[in-house]
């Protein structure tokens, strides 16, 4: 038998779609206070948003008769008739919001009209309107939800620890900030208030209201761009990358957008600029006719397609290339590698332009470095007679030897060098306490699983604050690491303990500035620096897996090369 399903089972169903988690609800709360002409908005959260999310806006209301019918399903002012699909320039117009977080919670309803007296309050329980009648209230509307999935045990259960809930509501209010920097945010958690922007258009004030000038000062600027599609915005620069795809925020209209295409356009502007598996920072404002897009693949608005991919790949790619291009050479630092001396220790290089080793791969601790000592004598594998052809495609080099084709990759074998060096020198723990505290720019998970992680971090030197919703404040660090270093070791940290990994800190801290010396070098094409690291990999043996346990260089002999070619 078909049976139709109650209105209250298919909000419950729909529910499930449309707010999995508190952050989900509070991101459909504040996308109506936007529709709704919304300048300002708070949002406040308690206990991660299950016990209650609030948003205020100063839009433009709900007549008493808008506001019972607002939490029917299908229920939207946003449109009218199929064609205006096409064009629809609101967030939401699927009508459901309301009603599936309604259909999940206890929800108060107070709001008033623009220029009318008196203002509607309503009151609904797991979808239910239990009270309905006139309140006085501001013009505008405030939404509370209560105990959210508190009729439905088995969301529940999906639900994360309160912190990670509330640094996944967090982000969706930084989304919210970024995407309008127009619209004045405000987040309270737990009676806290931990952002709050100015809503003065400026992108960059809000950016700062929310990171904090450490990372506004990393951001490159996009140059103004024409065409069909135009990007704004700013883009980190190559120090700013994350380990993961932490901190890319992209805007589509307005709307936060996740999309590969962008990604792969953003990710391409910094070849040659980023090791793989460095991944950068953004804030991007992307604008084109509304009907070469389709934003509502899926039920949370966060995929979308394009009509036109190429366009816009280009678009994004070109103008974070000419981002970084006028950023100058601190986006893409021309550094030369230091002589190698057989003995195994590094000489500086002496002209003043091009920083040593040293200057590059090694920090400023408090005490004296110990002196690297000499790589400990090993047979070598195979005879010691070897040449380098040269380089290839940016980044490998090519060196034969009587027996066999060796191809190197230039960045691995030098972080492999730096690592090498700074691990023989290795000595106990050492805190540096910071004259000033740094501000240190991070994502909502990050941020979280740190704050989880205090005691941890501790024990390797780190003392650290929250700061805010998108900051942390760090007060000490491991002794060894560069200052300017503690936001990518940080961020390198947390993405180790957010896929289940507990780093051994020390390691992490040297892998770190080992990697961040060798992206600098190995931009280096001089004839003389290739002949000195190729030098260096073909005589020490044990450098055959950089410390990520990527290889290093690759053997070909000469059957290998047979057998390709069916001889
Ligand atoms: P949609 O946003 O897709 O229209 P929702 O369920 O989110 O569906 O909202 C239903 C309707 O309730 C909206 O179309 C709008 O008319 C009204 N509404 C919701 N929130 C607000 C608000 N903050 N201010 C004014 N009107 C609102
Ligand atoms: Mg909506």
Redesign the pocket.
Known sequence: MIEILSPQVANLIAAGEVVERPAAALK??M???V??G?TALTAEIRRGGVSLIR?T?N????SPE?AA???MRH?????RSAEGLQAIA??????????AVAAVSRVELL?RRRGEAAGTSLTLEAGVVTAHGEAGCPE??T?VVRDLFYNTPARQKFLKKDSTEAAAAQEAAVRAALARPGLSVRFIKDGAQTMHTPGDGDLKNCLYSVFGGELVRSLCPLPNSGGEVRVSGFTGLPALARSARFMQYFFVEGRPVRSRVLTAALEEAYAGSLMSGRFPVCCLHISMPLETFDINVHPAKSEIKFQYERAVFDAVYNACREALRQAGPEAAPAVRIAPYTPSGGPVPVLSASSPSVYAAGVPRPAGPLPSPPPPPPKPPEENLAWRLIGEVMSGYLLVETPEALWIIDKHAAHERVIFNRLKAGERPFLSQQLLVPRAVALSGPELDILTGERAFLEEAGFDIDVMGPGALAVRAAPGDVDESDIPALLSEIASLLLSGRRPDLRDEAMQMVACKAAVKLGRSSQREDMERLAGLVMETPDLRHCPHGRPVAMRLTRSDLGRQFGR
Do not use: P, Y
Request: proline share 0%; charged share 25%; aromatic share 6%.
């Open positions: 459909e709360l996308e109506n206070a529709d709704a919304a948003v806006d839009g433009e209301g709900m808008d019918r607002a939490f229920a939207t002012s946003k449109l609101t967030l939401g117009f699927r009508g459901e919001a309301l009603a709001t505008g509307t939404i």
